[in-house]
């Protein structure tokens, strides 16, 4: 059974940063597009960033030049480094393969308040 352990959410002022985590425990993890998505109070879950095995990446457009995916292949690692953050980019984090295969983890909360 794949684990997915995301981390580095908290809560911070408009224009603040943060930089999330995910660790995951499949073996095959350099060979899949990975993505963050996130979940606002009341709205469906939504995909944010996506990066290939090789490193190219897309985004949504609310967050194209604030956010950046990345990865570390050897540490199955998955990153989102978060600028100039907005109100509305409240919501619960979480990672998994683009496809959604994954069992969800339990996510990092990102709270953006002044």
């Known amino acids: 059974q794949v684990q997915v352990v995301e981390s580095g959410g908290g809560s911070v002022q408009p224009g603040g940063t943060l930089r999330l985590s995910c660790a995951a425990s499949?073996?095959?993890?350099?060979?899949?597009?990975m993505a963050w998505y996130r979940q606002a109070p009341g709205k469906q879950r939504e995909l944010v960033a996506t990066i290939g095995g090789g490193g190219g990446a897309n985004y949504v457009d609310s967050v194209k030049g604030r956010f950046t995916i990345s990865r570390e292949n050897a540490r199955k690692m998955v990153y989102l480094q978060m600028n100039s953050l907005k109100p509305d980019d409240t919501a619960v984090y979480y990672c998994?393969?683009?496809?959604?295969?994954?069992?969800w983890g339990q996510g990092t909360q990102v709270t953006v308040s002044s």
């Open positions: 998994n393969r683009v496809d959604g295969e994954w069992p």
């Open positions: 499949d073996r095959f993890f350099s060979t899949y597009t």
